[in-house]
């Protein structure tokens, strides 16, 4: 389910459907909240988007997830 919400993503991203992409990388932080990986595409994504707090919020939860 991963790797088709990732896909997903990525061609929404392709295709410039922001809000499209957020979703699936949403739903992705949902399924495995500790990937650091997803969690910095989502806030690069919410950045892009003007939504810098949301984006603050995903950062800091991957930092307190690499001091944990």
Do not use: W
């Not at 991963?2 to 410039?16: F, N, S, T, W, Y």
């Not at 990986?37 to 800091?60: P, S």
């Amino acid at each position: 389910r991963e790797r088709v919400l990732r896909a997903l993503g990525k061609i929404a991203l392709d295709r410039r459907q922001f809000e499209k992409a957020l979703g699936y990388f949403e739903q992705l932080v949902g399924l495995d909240p500790t990937n650091l990986f997803v969690r910095k595409e989502l806030a690069l994504l919410l950045a892009d988007n003007r939504r810098f707090e949301d984006a603050i919020a995903q950062l800091e939860s991957a930092i307190k997830l690499v001091g944990s």
